[in-house]
């Protein structure tokens, strides 16, 4: 049997999005957010800007839902990464019914 060392892969992004696990290897020109401070660069936490932006807007229509209880705003919502997670997007509209 011959033996082999396992080897380890160097690490390629310094940022992931803690939301939809976008790197930051993966689109250079996204903007990451950081929103807790570690005590290394590893321990930091990440959202990038696209997540910042849907954030946003679930928290205007949860404004509107409290101004107006009865607005079907948040009937028919799907977070923006669902389409990211192959069987999200079904398995929300199964929710919504």
């Known amino acids: 049997m011959e033996e082999s060392k396992a080897v380890a892969i ?5 940022m992931c999005c803690d939301i ?3 790197l930051d290897s993966e689109n250079k020109k996204m903007k990451f957010h950081l929103y807790d401070e570690g005590y290394g ?3 930091q936490k990440y959202v990038c800007d696209d997540c910042v932006e849907g954030i946003k807007d679930i928290r205007k229509k949860c404004n509107q839902k409290v101004d107006n209880p009865s607005h079907k705003i948040l009937d028919s ?3 923006w990464f669902a389409k990211e997670v192959p069987g ?3 398995a929300f ?3 919504l019914e």
């Open 41 to 43: 660069a590893d321990e």
């Open 10 to 14: 160097p690490q390629r992004h310094k």
């Open 88 to 90: 999200l997007v079904e």
């Open 77 to 79: 919502w799907i977070p």
């Open 93 to 95: 509209k199964k929710q």
């Open 20 to 22: 939809c696990m976008l």
